[in-house]
Nanobody, 123 residues
């Protein structure tokens, strides 16, 4: 059973930065797509960024070049560097992992999830 542990959330002012971390219990980056999602009360969970096994990254349109998804294989840790944060970025952020499907990140629900970390951005 793969376990993911999210950390790094907090409260910042608009324009500030945070770096989220997701520590994996096993070395999965070579076989699993990794993703960051976020969710606010009353809204559906939305994907923020993905990184597949060949290190191809994709970002949601709302990221607008402000976030970077990266990984450290030795530490088995996925990161989300978030800069120039906006109040609309306030949400619970969770990392997720699942096996690639035909060399692509899955579109459907991911199998493994972190517990989530709260990000609050105030104006």
């Amino acid at each position: 059973q793969i376990e993911l542990l999210d950390s790094g959330g907090g409260s910042v002012l608009a324009g500030g930065s945070l770096r989220l971390s997701c520590a994996a219990s096993e070395a999965i980056f070579s076989a699993y797509c990794m993703a960051w999602f976020r969710q606010t009360p009353g809204k559906e969970r939305e994907v923020v960024a993905t990184r597949n096994t060949d290190d191809t990254t994709k970002y949601a349109d709302f990221v607008k070049g402000r976030f970077t998804i990266s990984k450290d294989n030795a530490k088995r840790t996925l990161y989300l560097q978030m800069d120039n944060l906006e109040p609309d970025d306030t949400a619970v952020y969770s990392c997720a992992a699942d096996r690639m499907i035909q060399r692509r990140c899955p579109v459907g629900p991911y199998t493994y999830w972190g517990q989530g970390t709260q990000v609050t951005v105030s104006s």
